[in-house]
């Protein structure tokens, strides 16, 4: 099994627009990098975790947007 290293990424609660966009800009980023530069199995495997991560983090912020845009 492969130890993925991941960068600390925004927790619920009240997180900036900001730093949410960063966060899944640089995951989507470091999925690309894998997939460009990658050529074996582990690879794939770290661009498939990246994917996965920024795709957690956008329904995320889809669920919060939703939360805060009915209040408003």
């Known amino acids: 099994m492969t130890t993925v ?3 600390p990424t925004p ?3 009240n997180t900036s ?3 949410r966009q960063q966060a899944i800009e640089n995951a989507l980023s470091m ?3 894998h997939v460009r530069h990658g050529d ?3 690879d794939i495997h770290a661009a498939t975790g990246r994917a ?3 795709a ?3 329904k995320q ?3 919060e947007f939703a939360i805060v845009g009915s209040a408003a």
């Open 11 to 13: 927790k619920t609660g």
């Open 52 to 54: 996965i991560r920024a």
């Open 31 to 33: 999925a690309l990098f």
């Open 40 to 42: 074996s199995q582990q």
């Open 61 to 63: 912020a889809c669920a």
């Open 5 to 7: 290293n991941t960068t």
């Open 56 to 58: 957690s983090m956008l």
């Open 17 to 19: 627009p900001l730093i």
